[in-house]
């Protein structure tokens, strides 16, 4: 058996413990427990929270997870964990997040199977560098420039128009299973890293519509399987290749120097 990890205690010499897993007791609160005010990871989920007022209690924490509760509003309270890094809150009741505080230290954030409608309360994360907002009811995505962020995660929304601000990190955006129909035009210094996109599952008709796509310098993974511009013949892999010839990975398939000589072909019989 391991040994429990320990971290320096702020009230002396000795020891405290690092981590306390509190999940499925079916509580709604903290006890007053001092040791808890020395902790800096804290595990509650899949229980009965219904405030962040047991945030008092634990002032130092570096990483929380409260997903699976009854939280649906008061979420300014988490500004006071000034060291915070990891936040935890899918499958809870937020329908806003009014008041969402400005946490430097904050790298991951987890939203997911809430009920929101915008994102757009959230402020300008500066070191943020993972943000879940997948399963909520989202249709237009209103965020503030991320400029640390590096994985975005959308899908399971409802979002018709994909447009997002510049987001200079950004490596892997997944958006399906959405209603996507048009792309915004996205221009070389928009999303500059971004190499993995999903579109899977949306309703994208013809390859003028990926066209939007085409100045992303480092796009090379794209899936868009499941819309409506995918045909029994896969003729659109050559229509997708024309429209955006710098992509390597197509619906999970190398993109091989044949397949681009024919997509070529293609397009010079249709001129």
């Known amino acids: 058996m391991s040994e429990e990890k320990k971290t320096p205690s702020i009230f002396g010499t000795q020891m405290a413990r690092f981590k306390i897993d509190l999940s499925n007791r079916?509580?709604?609160?903290?006890?007053?427990?001092?040791?808890?005010?020395?902790?800096?990871?804290?595990?509650?989920?899949?229980?009965?929270?219904?405030?962040?007022?047991?945030?008092?209690?634990?002032?130092?924490?570096?990483?929380?997870?409260?997903?699976?509760?009854?939280?649906?509003?008061?979420?300014?309270?988490?500004?006071?964990?000034?060291?915070?890094?990891?936040?935890?809150?899918?499958s809870n009741l937020f329908e806003r997040i009014t008041g969402f505080p400005l946490i430097n230290s904050l790298t991951v954030l987890d939203l997911s199977n809430n009920h929101l409608t915008s994102?757009?309360?959230?402020?300008?994360?500066?070191?943020?560098?993972?943000?879940?907002?997948?399963?909520?009811?989202?249709?237009?995505?209103?965020?503030?420039?991320?400029?640390?962020?590096?994985?975005?995660?959308?899908?399971?929304?409802v979002i018709k128009y994909l447009s997002l601000p510049k987001l200079p990190s950004l490596r892997q955006l997944d958006a399906n299973n959405n209603a996507i129909k048009e792309i915004q035009e996205f221009q070389e210094d928009d999303l500059p890293c971004m190499w993995s996109l999903d579109l899977r599952s949306n309703s994208i008709e013809t390859s003028n519509t990926?066209?939007?796509?085409?100045?992303?310098?480092m796009l090379f993974d794209l899936k868009i399987n499941s819309n409506p511009i995918v045909d029994p013949e896969n003729l659109y892999i050559q229509d997708a290749i024309v429209v955006l010839p710098n992509i390597s990975k197509l619906d999970?398939?190398?993109?091989?120097?044949?397949?681009?000589?024919?997509?070529?072909?293609?397009?010079?019989?249709?001129e």
Do not use: C, W
């Open 210 to 217: 990926l066209s939007a796509l085409s100045k992303l310098p």
């Open 119 to 157: 994102a757009s309360e959230l402020p300008s994360l500066p070191n943020l560098v993972q943000l879940k907002l997948s399963h909520n009811n989202i249709a237009e995505l209103q965020i503030d420039s991320l400029t640390s962020l590096q994985v975005l995660d959308i899908s399971f929304n």
């Open 252 to 270: 999970g398939e190398i993109v091989t120097a044949k397949m681009k000589v024919k997509a070529q072909l293609k397009e010079s019989k249709d």
């Open 26 to 90: 079916e509580i709604s609160d903290l006890s007053d427990d001092r040791s808890l005010g020395e902790i800096r990871s804290l595990v509650i989920s899949n229980n009965q929270f219904r405030s962040f007022d047991f945030v008092d209690k634990t002032p130092y924490l570096i990483e929380l997870d409260a997903s699976k509760n009854h939280l649906s509003e008061g979420i300014a309270k988490i500004g006071q964990m000034l060291y915070l890094s990891k936040l935890y809150l899918s």
